[in-house]
């Protein structure tokens, strides 16, 4: 079992993976300390460090099995398990997030939209379905989703997340201007554009009065 792992070195994880996946895509199978070192940028001491922590300890002269450093990693970093995720709302930023699909990623997803706009219902964008906001529990259930992101009107994100909760959501990515208060077995991350780069603005703006005033 890995117990608590340097921050440090849980950071240096995903770049260990990503070039682990690229040695085992490319037919390799096993990799020294000192190549790795050479490949990711990081010295060599500090991999078999940080591979120590996971009881992984290259045999002298052979180096690290590369497929066993792979499912070890994915496991890690749960990259082996793919979440997907249901948008509701189907608006402009709906589509957005639909079209983006976080394709850099290779473990979460969006596999559904929900929507009341019934020209859309029934249609495919970005390659997802969207589904009338009616069939939202029997889908969450039926595919088995855990996460949502709400990108409905405000209006109408109370009644929504009542009905997340009430279906067992686990979480949500919220990017309506409202907060909501959800019970322990539901985490909710807030995201708000508009103050975000309201924020940005506001503290630029700051600068350069502090810039005016010195100069005065
Ligand atoms: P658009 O240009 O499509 O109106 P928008 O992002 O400005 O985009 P919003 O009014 O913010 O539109 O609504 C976002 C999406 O949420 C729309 O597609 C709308 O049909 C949908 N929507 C509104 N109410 C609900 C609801 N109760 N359940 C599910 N989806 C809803």
Redesign the pocket.
Known sequence: MVKEIPRATAKRLPIYHRYLRYLYNAGKTRISSTELSDAVKVDSATIRRDFSYFGALGKRGYGYDVEYLLQFFGKTLNQDRLTTTAL????????ALLNYNFRKSNNVRIGAG????PD?IGTVHSGIPIYS?DE?EEQLEMQAIEVAIL??????AD??MERLIAAGIKGVLNFTPLRFEVPDTVRVQNVDLTNELQTLIYFINQEDIADQLSRD
């Open positions: 509701i709302g189907v608006g402009s930023l709906g589509n929900f929507d009341i706009n859309i906001i939202l990108t409905v009107p405000q209006e109408y009644g929504i």
